[in-house]
T-cell receptor, first 117, second 116 residues
């Protein structure tokens, strides 16, 4: 069964460093997302991406964050200068469609656990 | 106001019994979708079941069923015949209206522990 993959599974970085989290969405999906989950808290939306551009972003997704689909398969989240509070599990998700067809179900990857020291 | 409320932070259930996880939501948009995800201790988010706001029937997927009460704005997940592997966090989520984009808003989750 197709699945979303993410690399790395864990990343430790120093405050102020740049990190790039990578995702390979399900191959025929068109909509891509990043969410994060700070330890013990609820999952929070960061950004959605469609047709090579951001379609929506949350307040969390400030200028330190960027997303890119550099080729036909990868979808990346870059944090330019990490802060301690960026420590979280980051989930990539993809969906075939948007809307109300029932095909807008978002399938999540296994997550990247980011620790900023 | 909370968009998605899960009032049960944790529950115990006996193996082979059914368990109901509560979820209430708040939206003024007539078009929305409701989702349940399972998060085991390993951390991944596993999609379980979907209910659209216009669906006439309650959704079912194997041992999972959704008790959708639109007037009450509730979408409770029922897990029948609980198994030890059902021990996990369970999140209710909503995609709210077409104008609001496609983001999911999650509840705080319910931790389920299945006892042998």
């Amino acid at each position: 069964e197709p699945e979303v993959t993410q690399t790395p599974s864990h990343q430790v970085t120093q405050m102020g460093q740049e990190v790039i989290l990578r995702c390979v969405p399900i191959s025929n999906h068109l909509y891509f997302y990043w969410y994060r989950q700070i330890l013990g808290q609820k999952v929070e939306f960061l950004v959605s991406f469609y047709n090579n551009e951001i379609s929506e972003k949350s307040e969390i997704f400030d200028d330190q964050f960027s997303v890119e689909r550099p080729d036909g398969s990868n979808f990346t989240l870059k944090i330019r200068s990490t802060k301690l509070e960026d420590s979280a599990m980051y989930f990539c998700a993809s969906s075939l469609k948007a809307g109300t067809s029932g095909k807008e179900t978002q399938y999540f990857g296994p997550g990247t656990r980011l620790l900023v020291l | 106001a909370q968009k998605i409320t899960q009032t049960q932070p944790g529950m115990f259930v006996q193996e082979k019994e059914a368990v109901t996880l509560d979820c209430t939501y708040d939206t003024s948009d007539p078009s929305y979708g409701l989702f349940w995800y399972k998060q085991p201790s390993s951390g991944e988010m596993i999609f379980l079941i979907y209910q659209g706001s216009y669906d006439q029937q309650n959704a079912t997927e194997g041992r999972y069923s959704l008790n959708f009460q639109k007037a009450r704005k509730s979408a409770n997940l029922v897990i029948s015949a609980s198994q030890l592997g059902d021990s996990a966090m369970y999140f209710c989520a909503m995609r709210e209206g077409l104008a609001a984009g496609n983001k999911l808003t999650f509840g705080g989750g319910t931790r389920v522990l299945v006892k042998p």
